[in-house]
């Protein structure tokens, strides 16, 4: 779900990203039907233009309303073909991060915990490793902030948008304040909560720095409507009502108008607790109960349901009200108690993910060229014994390269293959790997037909040919001869290899610096 305070944070990849930008700012404004309607618009179009990356993000932005709709089994299946895509687009770790918190909320919310923490628990992983500067990771921290909030991990929520201030050297006011806006809001949740099980001291200094930092920003000319409405709580808490009535009467009629749902909850919130402390219990009721209509999440209910029973009890004293607000702060203190079984799920997680990843960096050291970083023989026997229907093998020999070698020396000739290397996997897929065998000879799994092949072998070859090699040694050029076979159904890896090898001499008789194919 988006952060209703937050700028439009929209991934910087596709042409036609301004799509996706219209899509975002009617969900960040709360407008999430309206959201739905300009989802179909601009995923068809994206899909019409061949723009896949922007179609992701759109469909990022319809997930983000139908999770704020509450329709999270929908939202679901949109996060896992998020996840799925991650494997044939690729993209920074930030934003593999980001999806993978996003699909752990709402599998949080929906109850299955045991997969959240798991998503958690990857997401952190990424986000260890990843730039943590810049758009792309505040936008993840706060995805991971909100997921760790659903599943009451307060700690780890605090921490994280603690890092989204962090993720730029000099924060400007925007993202600063949206960032700071929406900690504000975890700290009064966290604060609602604590107060609930009795801790009220840790309470209170939550809602004190929540108050400060809101009247900061209000200073410096900066608000919001999740800021006022977070504000106007934590004033209803220390009995500021005139305070809050203030801010209620100016703002909830406006949000209610609006469809902001997410602020207009809060602004609920606050007038009943205002009410009920100048002893308007009836009143106070109707705004919690309308506070609880507008909420989508239990987590979300909970609170109002507290407040109820709060109320019911100086409304209606008495053993059975006393003994329905018993229950439910029994309720309460269970659940705060799992959290302690969650923290020890959630490293439990990590652990695991952590150990996963050591087994694919021993995997990837296995069959990695030191050299050059690429794939090796033994990646190269994995892929050829896998190879299938629709793709494609190019076999590549430096033209030369011993002569390269004994002219200008081993250094240099090392030099020109980490430069090859660099181009090959320029010019590789998600899915797709190059290979060096030892020597001068290269090989590259392509996932295309032999005509799209073709093109790609064509622009390595231009490249190769066309680069400045007098900036290492002068004197110094280097071509490429290229053999291309494409894969056929049912035909042995030793067969397609024997293809793709027989055209790659078939290139070097003909003079070199040139592609065979069929």
Known sequence: MPMNSLPVLVSPY????????????????????????????????????????????????????????????????????????????????ATDAKIMAD???????????????????????????????????????SSLG?????????????????????????????????AEFTHTELWLEWALRLEQVGRTEEATSLLDKSVAVLRFWTDQGVDTPLGAAVLAVCHAKA???????????????????????????????????????????????????????????????????????????????????????ESLRGHVEALWQLRLDRRTMLRQAYRRVELEAARSSA???????????????????????????????????????????????????????????????????HDEVAIRFGGDEFAVFLSVGEDDARQIAERIRRVIEARDWSTIVPGLTVTLSMGLAACRAGEPGRELYDRADARLYTAKRAGRNQLAAA
């Open 14 to 93: 596709g042409p036609y990203a301004g799509l996706a930008l219209h899509v975002h700012d009617l969900t960040i404004r709360g407008h999430h039907t309206e959201t739905l309607v300009a989802a179909d618009e601009a995923e068809a179009i994206t899909l019409m233009l061949g723009d896949h990356r922007t179609h992701r993000v759109c469909r990022l932005g319809r997930m983000y309303a139908l999770s704020a709709l509450g329709r999270l089994d929908e939202a679901l299946r949109i996060a896992e073909d998020l996840i799925a895509d991650q494997d044939m687009l690729g993209g920074p770790k």
């Open 103 to 141: 699909t752990a909320e709402i599998l949080i919310h929906l109850g299955r915990i045991d997969d959240g923490l798991h998503y958690v628990a990857r997401a952190m992983a990424l986000l260890d490793v990843a730039p943590r500067k810049g758009l792309r990771y505040f936008s993840a921290m």
């Open 146 to 178: 909100k997921a760790a909030r659903g599943a009451e991990l307060f700690e780890l929520a605090d921490d994280a948008m603690r890092r989204c201030v962090e993720a730029f050297e000099s924060p400007d006011d925007l993202y600063r304040s949206a």
């Open 239 to 325: 009995g500021r009502t005139a305070e809050t009535f203030a801010v209620v009467g100016e703002l909830l009629p406006r949000m209610r108008a609006a469809g902001q749902h997410h602020e207009a909850r809060l602004l609920h919130l606050a007038y009943g607790l205002a009410l009920r402390a100048v002893g308007e219990w009836r009143a106070a009721r109707r705004e919690f109960q309308a506070a609880l209509q507008l909420s989508v999440l239990r987590s979300q209910r909970l609170h109002y349901q507290y407040e109820l029973a709060v109320t019911a009890t100086l409304e209606f004293p008495g053993d059975a009200t006393r003994t329905v607000l």
């Open 363 to 429: 995997d990837l050291a296995a069959t990695s060229d030191a050299l050059t970083g690429l794939g090796n023989r033994r990646m190269f026997d994995r892929r050829i014994n896998a190879a299938a229907a629709g793709g494609s093998l190019l076999l590549i020999d430096v033209d030369h390269f011993k002569d390269i070698n004994d002219r200008f020396s081993h250094g240099v000739g090392d030099r020109v293959l980490g430069e090859i290397a660099a181009v090959l996997r320029s010019h590789c897929r």
